[in-house]
C-alpha cells in the first residue's frame, strides 16, 4: 500500500489534466459539470497546500484559486464552447507547470535529507 501524501502524488495533478483534454471533445453536459467538481476541488486543495508552504498569498495561491472559481460547479459561468477550449489548455498549462515544479522541489527536498 502507497502511503505517499495526496500533495506527493502526480494524481492531483494528471487527473485534472487529463479530464480537460478530454473536455476539447464534444461530449455530453454531464462529463463538463462532473469535470467542474474535480478541477474545482483539485485547484482548491492545491491553492490551500500552497498557501500552507509560506502561510502568505503568492501567484500560485492566487492563480488555483482563481482557477477554483472559474471551474466552480454551483453557480456556473456558461462560456460559448470556444472560449472553454482555450481555458480548458490554459489551465492544463498552469497545472502542469506546477506539477513539474512542485516534482522538481520535492525531489530537491528528498536530495537533501538523505
Same mark, same amino acid.
Given at each position: 500500500?502507497?502511503?505517499?501524501?495526496?500533495?506527493?502524488?502526480?494524481?492531483?495533478w494528471?487527473?485534472?489534466i487529463?479530464?480537460?483534454?478530454?473536455a476539447?471533445l464534444?461530449?455530453?453536459?454531464v462529463?463538463?459539470q462532473i469535470?467542474?467538481?474535480?478541477?474545482?476541488?483539485?485547484? +482548491? $486543495? @492545491?491553492?490551500?497546500?500552497?498557501?500552507?508552504?509560506?502561510? *502568505?498569498?503568492?501567484?500560485l495561491?492566487?492563480t488555483? &484559486?482563481?482557477?477554483a472559481? +472559474? $471551474? @466552480?460547479?454551483?453557480?456556473?459561468?456558461?462560456?460559448?464552447? *470556444?472560449?472553454?477550449?482555450?481555458?480548458?489548455?490554459? &489551465?492544463?498549462v498552469v497545472f502542469? $507547470?506546477?506539477?513539474k515544479?512542485?516534482r522538481?522541489?520535492?525531489?530537491?527536498k528528498q536530495?537533501?535529507?538523505?
Open positions: 500500500m502507497n502511503n505517499q501524501p495526496i500533495i506527493e502524488s502526480k494524481l492531483l494528471l487527473i485534472p487529463l479530464l480537460l483534454l478530454i476539447l464534444p461530449l455530453p453536459y462529463y463538463y469535470l467542474r467538481w474535480i478541477v474545482c476541488g483539485c485547484a +482548491l $486543495y @492545491i491553492a490551500y497546500e500552497h498557501y500552507q508552504e509560506k502561510m *502568505e498569498w503568492n501567484k495561491v492566487i488555483f &484559486t482563481a482557477i472559481i +472559474l $471551474y @466552480i460547479p454551483i453557480g456556473a459561468i456558461h462560456l460559448f464552447k *470556444e472560449i472553454w477550449a482555450v481555458l480548458n489548455i490554459l &489551465t492544463v502542469g $507547470y506546477d506539477c515544479t512542485k522538481s522541489s520535492l525531489n530537491d536530495g537533501k535529507e538523505e
